[in-house]
């Protein structure tokens, strides 16, 4: 079983070319497919995309603020490292908001999304300890940013998005090691339940419990 983050840029119209290149490396980058340290060549990356180098460039600069790549004058723009140290830090911020977006999530989420919400729950219901362990993470991937979409708060899902991507890298960079993957993943279920139920607390409950198994796992194995 698999999933794609985001579509290929051929049928993405509603965005800028920008928008469209940032997307696409921001996912290679936080499922490690660009290693941490690996240099980025915006020229080759510009032709794979079939677009200009501008668009490129722009897009490398608004993922530099988001601190998954870093440019040296002269030198060039590279993935960043990975630093396991930043766990609880990043931790810490998703445990406050990460209940808060469920929560509204649970209040405020629209038919559609609630229907889209119980969809991907029965799908990963379905899944198995065999599934690739990367199509795993793109589900986790998908859960938070529909969780944080129906939230109906832009700019808490801006700040979310950043750091659930910060944290998806480090499990990335363990998850060879990591033995319960797909139980991770399946605890999902619940919350996306709860949320499509309207039930606002026990998502709340359900999210936080899920940061916080996330960050004792990672530290299992480190």
């Given at each position: 079983m698999s999933v794609?983050?985001?579509n290929h840029l051929v049928g993405d119209g509603d965005l800028?070319?920008?928008?469209?290149?940032?997307?696409?490396?921001?996912?290679?980058?936080?499922?490690?497919?660009i290693r941490p340290g690996e240099a980025i060549n915006d020229g080759k990356i510009a032709a794979d995309l079939g677009i200009g180098r501008t668009p490129v460039r722009e897009a490398l600069k608004r993922l530099e603020s988001d601190h998954?790549?870093?440019?040296?004058?002269?030198?060039?723009?590279?993935a960043t490292i990975v630093d396991i140290t930043e766990l609880a830090d990043v931790s810490e911020l998703r445990e406050s908001l990460e209940p808060?977006?469920?929560?509204?999530?649970?209040?405020?989420?629209?038919p559609a999304l609630r229907q889209e919400i119980r969809e991907t729950a029965a799908a990963i219901a379905k899944m198995g300890g065999g599934d690739d362990?990367?199509?795993?993470?793109?589900?986790?991937?998908?859960?938070?940013?529909?969780?944080?979409k129906a939230a109906a708060n832009t700019h808490?899902?801006?700040?979310?998005?950043?750091?659930?991507?910060?944290?998806?890298?480090?499990?990335?960079?363990?998850?060879?090691?990591?033995p319960s993957?797909?139980?991770?993943?399946?605890?999902?279920?619940?919350?996306?339940?709860?949320?499509a139920d309207g039930d606002s607390d026990r998502a709340g409950k359900l999210a936080l419990e899920h940061v916080t198994s996330f960050e004792q796992a990672i530290r299992s194995v480190l």
């Open positions: 794609t983050l985001e800028s070319l920008a928008e469209q290149a940032y997307r696409h490396l921001r996912d290679r980058l936080i499922m490690l497919d998954l790549v870093v440019s040296y004058p002269r030198r060039g723009t590279f808060l977006a469920a929560r509204r999530a649970a209040k405020l989420a629209t362990p990367y199509d795993l993470m793109r589900y986790d991937i998908k859960v938070h940013r529909l969780i944080y808490l899902k801006d700040v979310l998005i950043r750091y659930d991507n910060l944290a998806t890298r480090i499990w990335c960079m363990v998850l060879d090691k990591v993957v797909a139980e991770h993943i399946a605890e999902h279920v619940e919350l996306l339940e709860a949320v």
